[in-house]
């Protein structure tokens, strides 16, 4: 009650993808759940970095300035402020010209990807991902029924060759291409500029729309910032997704779309009136009231610095303990970096890796068409580096102990 | 860019239906941008009884109590207190035992509207409504492509006989009844004790769910709480909506689903995982922290006492200057009355309005399949009295333009 039958499609499919993943997820829940675990697995922020008390000098500063107004319903499309922020601060990044009208405030970017696959999916059709792949992404395309078509990636991100061979076979022709190009979530990878253009310059020729992800732009440790395809698009058109959850605390819910396209970004606060009216009001507030703050540039580059060290340390340690066969990267900013251990099912490793009480994802999860059992995400931003170096000891003997 | 053609059907959908409208809309913006405009159009609270300081303290306290933890992620459900004191307000109201497990929090109400679509709905699946029913209701099924089946509603609310009615003859059969039995939205009508324990029977015979919407609930003026439907049901599926914007503010987004279905609960965390992850972390604190104060309870008898007055206040200004065949309703609580005026097209009235800058919703939105276009929708809660007597003033004036 309801019965199944009750169920409408979109759902029934999103639960036979989660139904696949029971028995894993059963397996990290009993991870989770024990006292002293290390986990690399989830993708939190450093808490105890998270601004707390300007938080709540914020606050008070928004109601003696805005009062009510601060607390009333908003505009669907966010409010004049943060709008303004957005467009300032992705302009100065990017050096493009961008307005207000061309950004909406969202209700995490997680609403981003739900609300643009709801304005372009009808069941069956196509979408293009990179392998491997963001798994909320594929969640909130799998509830609209789409199916993948997946390109190939190495150390600089999606190679276009693999695009442009995919976009010449593709039947029927694919509503999307969604990327995360910088420090992408699962693989920390970095598209390099020259791929990027190339990248945008086969959307155009295509007439491809392309969705960028870039929820870790803002948390560079190293080399020098690259155009944002939204940036470097002169007919294609791309819709952008950015968060404060990185740079201020995701328990705020502030996130942003921004595109060009005047006609997308109706679309989608059409779509977002209909699920949840508007962005919370107060937050966003509060969230500029903070991010226009002295305080505020500093606090962006502390979490780089803290999190470049973790990154290093957990390099460092994982050269130290795990077996010379274990591949990994050197992500040049953001939350993860991945883990190749050639011939080992990393899922089948979970329950060894349960004992030890450490934990991490399996890539299997972030490839959407593909069987690749071999890799593993790592979160290295939540965790101090004592924990990082223990969890990687951990982790490589519960490797020694399955290869037995 | 993109073309229609990259659209989805359920956008096209929600399209369509506001396209019809896109006239009244200008009219409405023509008004709302006016100087001196008096609004009963709106379904906003009162913002100068929004408790600012209380939120800033709020703020504060949770700071320093739960500190990184209310900025961090959190689970798909609501933080444990909300849910805690959603079950234990709300089984204190309604008398019946409820957990918190029973609960979920959302982004808002409409959010829940969105979701319990979102796991009912196939394209062409019918909904049973009253007749007129909540437009934001309408909305979020027609995204969807829901239709519908409307049942009659006279001063006591939803008619049971028409349901039964209706029922009998559904085909296919619809997938729940969607009803607002307390002060109503758009009509401030209340279902009586009686039509309540009816329909719940009529519902369990035909085993069909109820979603049932109770925003204005606590905002009764006089007269003695009615038991929910979900406290009412035995065998029948029952999804309650409950918010905290009309009870705090609804700029905090802080809403909740109550069910005793727990397949139903699962699935709307499902949907709303891959929707935007989670509700606002900061504000489920700050909100909780507010609601658990002494504050609170005295808060919520001035919200009554002010809105009972204003209420009042429109009614005496109605009998005073409205035409004589102008009826109009007595809500026992809310934020909203309906007026019907027996031969006027209350969508062609809205120019004649414009012009004597006042305004409201006419009525024929709210009427999913029917054209019945001589209601209005006013809301008492927003303006002070003084605007009240004024803008109803200038209302009747209109009217009485518009009859010649």
């Keep these: 009650m309801p019965p199944m039958a009750t169920v409408s499609h979109a759902l029934r499919f999103a639960q036979r993808t989660a139904r696949m993943r029971a028995s894993t ?46 607390l009333q319903y908003s505009v669907t499309e966010g409010t004049p402020e943060m709008r303004r922020w957005v467009a300032q601060r992705l302009g100065h ?11 909406m405030i969202l209700n995490g970017s997680q609403q981003g990807l739900d609300l643009i696959a709801k304005i372009f999916i009808d069941p069956g059709d196509q979408i293009v991902l990179e392998s ?39 039947d029927p022709f694919p ?20 791929r990027r253009e190339r990248i945008v310059a086969i959307c155009e020729k295509f007439e491809l729309p392309i969705l960028e992800d870039d929820p870790y732009g803002e948390l560079r440790f190293e080399g020098d910032d690259l155009p944002s395809l939204l940036s470097l698009a002169r007919k294609a058109t ?19 779309v921004v595109t060009k396209s005047a006609d997308v970004l109706e679309k989608i606060a059409l779509a977002k009136q209909a699920a949840d009216l508007q962005a919370n009001s107060l937050t966003q507030y509060v ?27 957990m390099l460092d340690a994982l050269a130290e303990h795990m077996p010379a066969s274990t591949r990994f990267n050197r992500p040049s900013g953001g939350m993860f970096l991945w883990v190749s251990l ?44 004592e924990k990082i170096r223990l969890g990687i000891a951990r982790l490589a003997e519960a490797v020694r102990g399955f290869r037995k």
């Design 25 to 70: 997820i059963r397996e990290m829940l009993k991870v989770t759940q024990q006292p002293n675990v290390i986990s690399f697995g989830g993708g939190l922020p450093a808490p105890e970095l998270f601004p707390t008390d300007a938080i709540a000098d914020a606050t008070r500063a928004v109601m003696n300035e805005y009062g009510p107004l601060a």
């Design 93 to 103: 990044r990017f050096d493009m010209d961008l307005s207000p009208s061309n950004v």
């Design 132 to 170: 491997p792949s963001y798994l909320g992404a594929i969640q909130a395309f799998d509830a609209y029924q789409a199916r993948y078509l997946t390109v190939e990636t190495d150390d600089e991100g999606m190679i276009p060759e693999s695009l442009e061979h995919v976009l010449e076979h593709a």
């Design 175 to 194: 509503k999307f291409v969604y990327l995360g190009p910088t420090f992408q979530n699962p693989t920390g990878r970095t598209l390099s500029r020259e």
């Design 238 to 256: 791309v819709i952008y997704l950015g968060t404060g959850s990185k740079i201020v605390a995701p328990g705020m819910r502030v996130a942003w």
């Design 287 to 313: 969230f500029h009231r903070y991010a226009t703050s002295d305080q505020f540039d500093e606090h962006v580059r502390t979490i780089v610095r803290t999190y470049r060290e973790r990154r290093d340390v």
């Design 342 to 385: 050639p011939g080992i099912d990393t899922e089948e490793l979970l329950p060894v890796c349960a004992e030890q009480r450490v934990f991490f994802v399996p890539g299997v999860f972030f490839y959407p068409n593909d069987d690749v059992h071999d890799g593993m995400r790592l979160n290295f931003s939540n965790a101090g580096n």
